[in-house]
């Protein structure tokens, strides 16, 4: 008897830890944290958006694509300003350049950034290997979409936030 609790006991164990929500990076995990400095020098950290579908935008001001994607981000943030919050971690590692694009662009969503390039915590937690990369994270932080651009970005968005 005691061999069939033992062994009920370690399989109650094994599918509880299985079925546990993990911090990571596949969809379905919940997003690492992230807290960075704003422009202004206020650590901001990604968790303080929970409630609502957040972007995690991982971009740079030398970065020719990211620089294309941003009127989309712009009509995106534009279109669903209290469902969709756009959170942009910068991989410059020179002040004016970041400030300037953002300037630039007339970016008007949160902007990261501990100007550290590839050393950055972020960009560590994140494996980022390139840039842009997004996550798309839902009103809990757990990842539904992760490097997910142009029309499906915005087919996607659209959807959750038009039901």
């Known amino acids: 008897m005691k061999k069939t609790v ?3 006991a370690f399989l109650l164990l094994t599918i509880t830890k299985s079925n ?4 990571g990076l596949d969809v379905g995990d919940i997003a690492p944290e992230i807290d960075l400095p704003d422009t202004k020098g206020n650590n901001v950290a990604l968790t303080s958006f929970r409630g609502s579908l957040v972007l995690i935008d991982f971009w740079a001001s030398w970065c ?3 620089i294309k994607e941003q009127p989309l981000l712009k009509k995106l943030n534009t279109t669903y300003p209290d469902k969709l919050s756009i959170y942009s971690v910068s991989m410059d590692t020179k ?3 970041w400030t300037g694009a953002i300037a630039k662009g007339k970016l008007t969503w949160t902007q990261v950034s501990d100007l ?3 050393k950055s915590p972020a960009a560590l937690d ?4 390139s840039v842009p990369l997004n996550f798309l994270i839902d009103k809990n932080g757990i990842i539904l979409a992760k490097n997910i651009h142009g029309k499906a970005l915005e087919d996607m968005v659209n959807g959750l936030l038009t039901k």
């Open 6 to 8: 033992l062994i009920l």
């Open 20 to 23: 546990a929500q993990v911090v």
């Open 64 to 66: 020719g694509p990211c």
């Open 95 to 97: 002040k004016p350049l």
């Open 116 to 118: 550290q390039y590839w």
């Open 126 to 129: 994140y494996m980022l290997q």
